[in-house]
Structures are given as C-alpha cells and as structure tokens.
C-alpha cells in the first residue's frame, strides 16, 4: 500500500523516497492503517503547502514500537498556514492516540518540517466490553 502513496505524491509534483528497516512481520490492522493514515496526511501536507519537490519517509521498529518520520524539506508555500495544531496534524494525532501511539509535527533546526509518529507495534486497544443476554 505504501507504492499508493508514493504513486500519489509523484502524481502531484513530489517525489518520495521510501527507507524502510527492521519492519514488524506481523501488526495489528488497526495499527498498520493508523500508520498508513499518518503517512497519507503527512505527504498530502507536503503537496499542499511546501514548495518541496521532494519528500522523505523512514519507517522502522525500535523494540516494541513502529517510527516514523516523513520529511518535508520545505519551504512553505507564501500562502500556507500549516501550523503544528492544523486540522490534518489533529487528525494524526487523534489516530495515533486511539492505538497508544503518538505523533509529533513541526519545524526542525535544519528548516525542515518533520511529522514524526510512534506507535506501538501491538496496539494498546481496550478489552472489548462482554454483553451478557438476560435469560
């Protein structure tokens, strides 16, 4: 799924380069689609509000969580108003928050924008509730 994304930026304008080490055999779904989620909103920021023509996203497992971090080199567009609480950094941070993860987005010292996601390699979802039937 992820050649979707990149196939979907470099459609826009942005290529992606794609580093992916240590990769988890086996997620949840609920994870492995929150991830896919924050992927597909952070380049999809890219596109709408950098001048980047060029985008980068690494994903790896450290212990028991899955990184990631998509790089925007930037700079913004003059008319952009990204900001690190905009509705689609709220969004991932909402997803990543329902499996136990977090995110982080911002500027970095070298100027870059980075959008950077832990989530747990095994989500941390509550026990489903038992319903019992009255007899």
Do not use: C
Not at 100 to 109: I, K, L, Q, T
Request: charged residues 20%.
């Amino acid at each position: 799924e992820m050649q979707r994304l990149v196939e979907m930026a470099e459609t826009a304008g942005v290529r992606v380069e794609v580093e992916a080490d240590d990769m988890p055999d086996e997620m949840p779904s609920t994870v492995s689609v929150v991830a896919y989620r924050i992927i597909q909103e952070a380049l999809t920021n890219v596109i709408r509000h950098s001048t980047a023509k060029h985008a980068s996203v690494r994903i790896d497992q450290d212990g028991p969580r899955l990184q990631i971090t998509v790089v925007d080199p930037g700079p913004p567009r003059p008319s952009s108003t990204v900001t690190p609480d905009g509705f689609g950094i709220a969004g991932m941070t909402g997803r990543a928050r329902a499996v136990g993860g977090e995110v982080s987005a911002g500027p970095v010292s070298s100027g870059e924008f980075e959008v950077r996601a832990s989530l747990p390699v095994r989500a941390s979802l509550p026990a489903p509730a038992v319903w019992r039937v009255p007899s």
